[in-house]
């Protein structure tokens, strides 16, 4: 893993908390993107090599509705850049970790995804991140 590469925050309403994140990190967001797959709206911050997504549920059945609904509003994963998901993702396979996805997803921001289940690292979900190359 090279390094963190976004931590996700599960949001009721993303203008709202785009303008809250504005002014709580002093830069505008980069990029609002909707993941139909996921049923979500996604808004990016950068804050320094990191980045900050607020995710919003668009339907009712997305699992961001579900994380909210269960648990309310909050950090709902964090987000590693890796080099190549599909060897990361055999890697972690075979030790043990339990993977929400055999195959990589097309995600936001132009990124290859998988989840790791929570139970696997600490009650953390874990995304795996790899930058599409085409």
């Known amino acids: 893993m090279n390094k963190i590469e ?17 002014q709580l990190l002093n830069v505008e967001s980069y990029k ?3 993941v139909e797959s ?15 997504e607020l995710l919003e549920a668009t339907r009712e059945d997305s699992p961001i509705a579900k994380y ?10 964090i987000a590693y850049d890796v080099t190549d998901i599909r060897v990361e993702m055999e890697r972690l396979k075979n030790a043990g970790f339990r993977l929400l996805n055999e ?25 795996l991140c790899q930058e599409i190359r085409e």
């Open 68 to 77: 909210i609904e269960k648990r309310g509003e909050g950090i709902h994963h």
């Open 103 to 127: 195959e990589p997803k097309r995600g936001a921001d132009n990124k290859l995804v998988c989840f790791l289940h929570p139970k696997s690292a600490n009650g953390v979900l874990v995304e």
């Open 32 to 34: 609002s993107e909707a």
């Open 38 to 52: 996921e049923g979500v709206n996604t808004v990016f911050f950068k804050v320094g090599e990191s980045k900050i």
């Open 6 to 22: 976004h931590i996700g925050i599960a949001v009721s309403d993303i203008t709202k908390a785009t303008e809250l994140y504005e």
